[in-house]
């Protein structure tokens, strides 16, 4: 997921996850656990739009290795290299469910994390207010399009090391964790869309350059 504009919403907190229903800490230490992960890897090309990789479900993380280890760090120096907010690894080509997130919410807290094997946690009636934002994405560069979702978004899976975790999410950041999610079942934003807005968010792509190398479609 790529930078695009904000609204102000209400942020609600983390804490550490003793039990099912917490939540695990992503804001503490996002400088140094960042740079760290960055520092090791190396960024790898964007894969767009059109590419088989990013239309179809993801193979499942069994094995957090020292592979795995390496791939998140490739994640982070990419991310941080096309400038964005979330990548999932099917936008550097590799078919495993994991993305990584270096996200501010609406109340400007930075959240740094990795999510393995996410599910999203439905939402009760009662909490699904709609936040009709723009949204643009790595894998479909130069483009933005309002696209309406949840301010509020849980998601369920596990970190590096195989251990189980919950990431709660608002306003833009809950945005960015239903936007990677998607990418790892298959979907772009853009597949959200009206057939008018994604002819037009594509005529955006078509017309632009992107800042950063990506991988041709053949």
Do not use: W
Not at 139 to 162: F, H, I, K, N
Request: net charge negative; glycine share 8%; proline share 4%.
């Amino acid at each position: 997921m790529k930078e695009g504009v904000r609204r102000t919403m209400s942020q609600q907190g983390t804490t550490k996850q003793q039990a099912d229903d917490e939540f695990v800490v992503d804001t503490e230490d996002c400088e140094e656990r960042e740079q760290a992960y960055r520092e090791r890897g190396t960024a790898r090309p964007i894969t767009v739009v059109g590419n088989p990789v990013l239309h179809k479900e993801c193979q499942d993380v069994t094995e957090f290795d020292d592979e795995l280890a390496a791939l998140i760090d490739d994640m982070f120096a990419s991310q941080r290299a096309a400038e964005g907010v979330g990548l999932a690894a099917n936008q550097i080509g590799v078919d495993r469910k994991v993305f990584v997130y270096d996200c501010l919410d609406d109340e400007g807290v930075r959240h740094v994390g990795v999510v393995c094997n996410p599910v999203l946690e439905e939402l009760p009636a009662d909490r699904r207010v709609l936040d009709d934002s723009n949204e643009g994405c790595l894998s479909v560069p130069t483009a933005y399009c309002e696209l309406a979702r949840p301010d509020y978004a849980v998601v369920r899976g596990q970190d590096a090391e195989g251990n189980p975790i919950t990431v709660r999410g608002t306003g833009y950041f809950a945005r960015c964790l239903q936007h990677e999610t998607d990418h790892l079942y298959g979907y772009l934003y853009i597949d959200r869309l009206s057939k008018r807005d994604r002819k037009d968010v594509l005529r955006q792509m078509a017309e632009g350059t992107a800042r950063y190398e990506t991988v041709p479609n053949d």
